[in-house]
């Protein structure tokens, strides 16, 4: 079946780092891919999505493309801040209207 | 516009107790979901309503009843409660065939003991 699979965390990082979380997927067809972020104590919210191949998603600094030779799509940002410290949960969604998620990965950005 | 509310926020329950959990959407959305989220889990589905009275068992449905109310309303109910249920739980709600962006409640954590 669908799968998602993201790196283990937590990515500790000191702020103006550069952040790169790995996601690669396996799934027939061409899904969407989805980045959704998690603040603590509140519920996930869409941070970029990317319907087709070679698309890339960005907000708020953060991009991911779209790499369906590879079947991945990496979240990165060139410098990150205190206020990104959050779980990413990259996704995917075989045009279904259901989510498949992967576990999520913790960024904990410190001063 | 609240987006998506879920009543309560916490939830301590003894094993064998029952109870639901509200949920509750004001943007018109005709899909709303429930997900369980567990350490190294992620979020896994447990039901899905696409629209007013349909409802489908998602990836974890065991142990779970669900009822779509109205359009806006979609209750989960735990007939009798388990420690395996100890979980957040997150509604959703998305308008499908627009951009299948989900909108979350902001959580109920519910502790079984």
């Known amino acids: 079946g669908d799968s998602v699979t993201q790196m283990e965390g937590p990515v500790t990082l000191s702020e103006e780092a550069c952040l790169t979380i790995?996601?690669?997927?396996?799934?027939?067809?061409?899904?969407?891919l989805f980045w959704y972020v998690q603040y603590p104590g509140e519920g996930l919210q869409l941070l970029l999505k990317?319907?087709?191949?070679?698309d890339k998603g960005s907000n708020k600094g953060f991009e991911a493309t779209y790499r369906k030779e590879t079947t991945s799509f990496h979240l990165e940002k060139g410098s990150v801040q205190v206020s990104d410290s959050a779980v990413y949960f990259c996704a995917l969604d075989q045009n279904t209207d259901k989510l498949i998620f992967g576990t999520g990965t913790r960024l904990q950005v410190f001063p | 516009n609240a987006g998506v509310t879920q009543t309560p926020k916490f939830q301590v329950l003894k094993t064998g107790q029952s109870m639901t959990l509200q949920c509750a959407q004001d943007m018109n959305h005709n899909s709303m979901y429930w997900y369980r989220q567990d350490p190294g889990m992620g979020l896994r589905l447990i039901y899905y309503?696409?629209?007013?009275?349909?409802?489908d068992k998602g990836e974890v449905p065991n142990g779970y009843n669900v009822s779509r109310l109205n359009k806006r309303e979609f209750s989960l109910r735990l007939e009798s409660a388990a420690p395996s249920q100890t979980s957040v739980y997150f509604c959703?709600?998305?308008?499908?065939?627009?951009?299948?962006?989900?909108?979350f409640g902001p959580g109920t954590r519910l502790t079984v003991t």
């Open positions: 990317a319907t087709k191949a070679d």
């Open positions: 309503s696409a629209s007013e009275g349909t409802t």
């Open positions: 790995n996601c690669t997927y396996t799934a027939t067809g061409y899904p969407s």
């Open positions: 959703a709600s998305s308008e499908a065939h627009l951009s299948y962006e989900q909108y």
